[in-house]
């Protein structure tokens, strides 16, 4: 238990050092496709990984989700969201996060709209507000801004391109902590109705390049979605996979990634409801 304690220590002050809000962009489909989702963002998770989805939403959405990093008992994600059609205004959406552990939180909320400029343009924006607490320092505020489009390109095709923290915000007075900025660009391809195969690549500042492929598979008149991925970032490859079951408008996502050399698999899960759509 001590050591138990005291790597879980270690974790955590990393975290205030150099990863505080690492684990911003969260949804089980998206994360069971290793990220590969700025192209294919088509639901609630759109709020995090690209606000122009809203903008094909139909009726009401909500959703909650946990996992516990690396499988540490004490260093948890909880993220709840909500989002909304507004007919011919597109969709908006508001997620709330809390990431960390007993001395050390980051808490994020993000409000997100998206609308269709045309029948295969999407547009959205989103801003992200930050709150980083830790037992020792006291607590710190920020604010992020987001822009995404999504495009939809011979019914099969679709392209998308989300930019996360564009204005470069930072944490702190006497010691600046950068908050992670990035843009991703992907594309996805729909062969089949029920198959999905979607590639992007993430370059975030002061990183080398991202590069993630997902597939999902529908079965039985999409009420069961098996999905997987892998992801690439110079020597690291990590692996994901998961599936989710929907009926009468509830939706049950699990999602699992592993590949670390030093750290165990995360597992994610989450619950989900749909209501009021055509």
């Known amino acids: 238990m001590k050591k138990i304690a005291i790597f ?10 150099r990863a505080a809000f690492e684990d911003w962009q969260v949804g089980i489909r998206a994360n069971s496709m290793a990220g590969a989702y700025s ?20 009726g009401w959405q909500a959703s909650v989700y946990g996992k516990r990093l690396w499988g540490i008992r004490g260093l948890v994600n909880g993220t709840g969201s909500i ?18 552990c007993d ?3 980051d808490q994020a909320l993000t409000l997100a709209h998206g609308f269709a400029m045309n029948r295969q343009l999407s547009f959205g924006w989103g801003v992200n ?10 607590s710190a505020s920020t604010a992020g801004f987001d822009i995404g489009l ?10 998308g391109i989300h930019g996360h923290n564009l204005n470069h915000p930072s944490l702190g007075t006497i010691y600046q902590y950068d908050l992670p900025s990035w843009v991703s660009a ?11 195969g979607t590639a992007e690549a993430t370059k975030e500042v002061g990183r080398i390049t991202r590069y993630k492929f997902g597939s999902e598979y529908a079965l039985s008149q999409d009420r069961l979605k098996l999905r997987a991925g892998v992801l690439n970032e110079g ?16 939706t049950v996502n699990y999602a699992f990634e592993g590949g670390h050399e030093a750290l165990f698999g995360t597992h994610q899960f989450g619950l989900g409801y749909r209501w009021g759509g055509r």
């Open 8 to 17: 879980l220590a270690i974790l955590c002050l990393t975290a205030s050092a």
């Open 39 to 58: 192209a294919v963002s088509d639901d609630i998770e759109a709020i995090r990984w690209n606000p122009a989805g809203l903008g094909g939403i139909q």
């Open 83 to 100: 989002a909304r059609s507004w007919g011919r205004w597109g969709g908006a959406g508001i997620s709330l996060q809390q990431v960390g």
């Open 103 to 105: 001395w050390e939180k």
């Open 129 to 138: 507000l930050y709150r980083l607490w830790q037992e020792r320092f006291g």
């Open 150 to 159: 999504l495009a939809r390109v011979y019914r099969r095709w679709s392209l």
């Open 186 to 196: 992907g594309v996805g391809y729909q062969p089949f109705p029920g198959v999905l």
């Open 235 to 250: 020597q690291l490859t990590l692996y994901t996979m998961g599936f989710g079951v929907e009926a009468m408008g509830v």
